[in-house]
T-cell receptor
Framework: GAVVSQHPSRVICKSGTSVKIECRSL??????MFWYRQFPKQSLMLMAT?????????EQGVEKDKFLINHASLTLSTLTVTSAHPEDSSFYIC?????????????FGPGTRLLVL | QKEVEQNSGPLSVPEGAIASLNCTYS??????FFWYRQYSGKSPELIMS????GDKEDGRFTAQLNKASQYVSLLIRDSQPSDSATYLC???????????FGKGTLLTVNP
């Protein structure tokens, strides 16, 4: 399957600081990437759709000024959690959309575990 | 509102048995269907995708789709302890790229 990487895999930060998470598609180009958040024992919740070269589309209830998304190239999208607070502690997972002759599929990165103290 | 429903489980089967995971969806416009496996503390991994009615087999996994009944299932033959994980069902409509996920079914395969 396709390979998607995320960096960092784990981050601990102080309340009020900003954290940047990178998502890269390593062996294919992705015009569309997605950012999800998952709290313990809960399902994936889509936060936003990241589109290469244009503004991200945020899901209802997700603050676009708090979760900044940049998709500057066909293989890289970044999510910056600004002024992080303890309630932002979660597992952040990106996925990249890959299209082929048989259809399209989302491949997930390994996730970034964020802990805000 | 688009919904994907799964039995949360846990579903417990003995090693070597067939595990059957079920999923129903509300959006009749859904065109693509996916099963992801998620180990505890890890991100989801794609297991199967299915787009047309009927069965699709890949190794020990078989996905079954019935659009008329809005039902998709995953069968795991010869279940192994390493199959123990949460299985997420996801659907995608034709007009956008977003996936709608179920809450997942926790499968435990007992040695």
């Amino acid at each position: 399957g396709a390979v998607v990487s995320q960096h960092p895999s784990r981050v601990i930060c102080k309340s009020g600081t900003s954290v940047k998470i990178e998502c890269r598609s390593l062996d294919f180009q992705a015009t569309t990437m997605f950012w999800y958040r998952q709290f313990p024992k809960q399902s994936l919740m889509l936060m936003a759709t990241s589109n290469e070269g244009s503004k991200a589309t945020y899901e209802q209830g997700v603050e676009k000024d708090k979760f900044l998304i940049n998709h500057a190239s066909l293989t890289l999208s970044t999510l910056t959690v600004t002024s992080a607070h303890p309630e932002d502690s979660s597992f952040y997972i990106c996925s990249a959309r890959r299209t082929s002759g048989t259809g399209e599929t989302q491949y997930f990165g390994p996730g970034t575990r964020l802990l805000v103290l | 509102q688009k919904e994907v429903e799964q039995n949360s489980g846990p579903l417990s089967v003995p090693e070597g048995a067939i595990a059957s995971l079920n999923c129903t969806y509300s959006d009749r416009g859904s065109q693509s269907f996916f099963w992801y496996r998620q180990y505890s503390g890890k991100s989801p991994e794609l297991i199967m995708s299915i787009y047309s009615n009927g069965d699709k087999e890949d190794g020990r996994f078989t996905a079954q789709l019935n659009k008329a009944s809005q039902y998709v299932s995953l069968l795991i033959r010869d279940s192994q302890p390493s199959d123990s994980a949460t299985y997420l069902c996801a659907t995608r409509g034709g007009s956008n790229y977003k996936l709608t996920f179920g809450k997942g079914t926790l499968l435990t395969v007992n040695p």
